[in-house]
């Protein structure tokens, strides 16, 4: 990874001057290697890194792992490309071990969650099985820490 890609990902909020600082660079030619890192492809989009549980208490987040047969020809392709058209899917990705795909669901509800598991993924042609978890409490995220630390003040007795 390059200096630019590891200073983006860290914040991708700098501005090209700060970013041509920090790189011993000119404004114009940080500007030319993100533009070249985007028409590649390497760069993908920028985001922010959100804590749900401030920004919506309700919002329920699931890893959810699918076993699928894979088609000829395609292999998982296709399903993947399927899966990952629904608004309810955040992240699709192919997985070594025990499933094949690995979802990321969010939802208002466990009930909306559970019932898109149940009814889209799981009567899907191909979808052999399904693993759910929900995810409780986010503590880091993109390398950013999520949850504060609680302090307690409490002495500790031995």
Do not use: H
């Amino acid at each position: 990874m390059t200096d630019l890609l590891a200073l983006l990902k860290e914040n991708a909020r700098l501005t090209n001057a700060q970013l041509a600082g920090m790189l011993g660079k000119t404004e114009d030619e940080v500007a030319k290697e993100i533009a070249a890192l985007e028409k590649q492809g390497v760069i993908r989009g920028y985001t922010a890194i959100i804590n749900d549980e401030l920004a919506d208490p309700n919002e329920v987040e699931a890893l959810i792992e699918l076993r699928v047969t894979p088609k000829r020809d395609c292999g998982f392709d296709d399903i993947a490309k399927t899966i990952m058209l629904y608004d309810e899917v955040e992240s699709v990705s192919l997985m070594s071990g025990k499933y094949d795909l690995a979802l990321t669901v969010k939802g208002r509800s466990l009930r909306e969650v559970a019932m898109f598991v149940s009814q889209r993924l799981s009567a899907m042609e191909g979808v052999l099985a399904t693993a759910t978890s929900f995810v409780l409490k986010r503590y880091k995220d993109k390398n950013i820490l999520i949850a504060d630390e609680e302090k307690d003040e409490r002495s500790m007795v031995w």
